[in-house]
T-cell receptor, first 112, second 113 residues
Framework: QQQVKQSPQSLIVQKGGISIINCAYENTAFDYFPWYQQFPGKGPALLIAIRPDVSEKKEGRFTISFNKSAKQFSLHIMDSQPGDSATYFCAAPNQAGTALIFGKGTTLSVSS | DTEVTQTPKHLVMGMTNKKSLKCEQHMGHRAMYWYKQKAKKPPELMFV???????INESVPSRFSPECPNSSLLNLHLHALQPEDSALYLC????????????FGDGTRLSIL
């Protein structure tokens, strides 16, 4: 079964620090890699996404780095803030390209 | 506020009840999805509709019955559920099937007594 392996499971970062979450995928046919942010009691919200024709995409404090040869992509949150405390999911399309497969999630806590 | 609206936000039902979850989007998206999410777990795909036709059923028990009356609406009919079906049920939509951004609603928190 296709998988998207996400690490770490949980992360504690000081305010102002850098949060880094990693994902590894298997299927080389994947060509769309989104990150979702989920707060308690809310649905996942699309945070940022990348396609493999670029190695990095930046939106404000959030950056996706993509390593096609290693089949890995990561989310970097610069200047982490307490309001960033949430669960983050990476995702990738299934083999048929018809739906998303989610990583297991990373719970981020930013301490003030 | 999300652009995918789900009602009700919370639902408590007995194992013999029949109820329905509703999802609506007005973004002109032609693909709609139902996911199930247990606490501290990722969303798990249940059903996918494309152009109002059921495209994927991830071997979901028949006590869950999806319906797509039109391109903006998606329902999930529930009957004879089990306690283990208690979860957050999420609806999502995307412009089309394929490698497209999916937009999620805030879900219905379902509790089965």
């Amino acid at each position: 079964q296709q998988q998207v392996k996400q690490s770490p499971q949980s992360l504690i970062v000081q305010k102002g620090g850098i949060s880094i979450i990693n994902c590894a995928y298997e299927n080389t046919a994947f060509d769309y890699f989104p990150w979702y942010q989920q707060f308690p009691g809310k649905g996942p919200a699309l945070l940022i996404a990348i396609r493999p024709d670029v190695s990095e995409k930046k939106e404000g404090r959030f950056t996706i780095s993509f390593n096609k040869s290693a089949k890995q992509f990561s989310l970097h949150i610069m200047d982490s803030q307490p309001g960033d405390s949430a669960t983050y999911f990476c995702a990738a399309p299934n083999q048929a390209g018809t739906a998303l497969i989610f990583g297991k999630g990373t719970t981020l806590s930013v301490s003030s | 506020d999300t652009e995918v609206t789900q009602t009700p936000k919370h639902l408590v039902m007995g194992m013999t009840n029949k109820k329905s979850l509703k999802c609506e989007q007005h973004m002109g998206h032609r693909a709609m999805y139902w996911y199930k999410q247990k606490a501290k777990k990722p969303p798990e795909l249940m059903f996918v509709y494309s152009y109002e036709k059921l495209s994927i059923n991830e071997s979901v028990p028949s006590r869950f019955s999806p319906e797509c009356p039109n391109s903006s609406l998606l329902n999930l009919h529930l009957h004879a559920l089990q306690p283990e079906d208690s979860a957050l049920y999420l609806c999502a939509s995307s412009q089309a099937l394929g490698n497209q951004p999916q937009h999620f609603g805030d879900g219905t928190r379902l509790s089965i007594l």
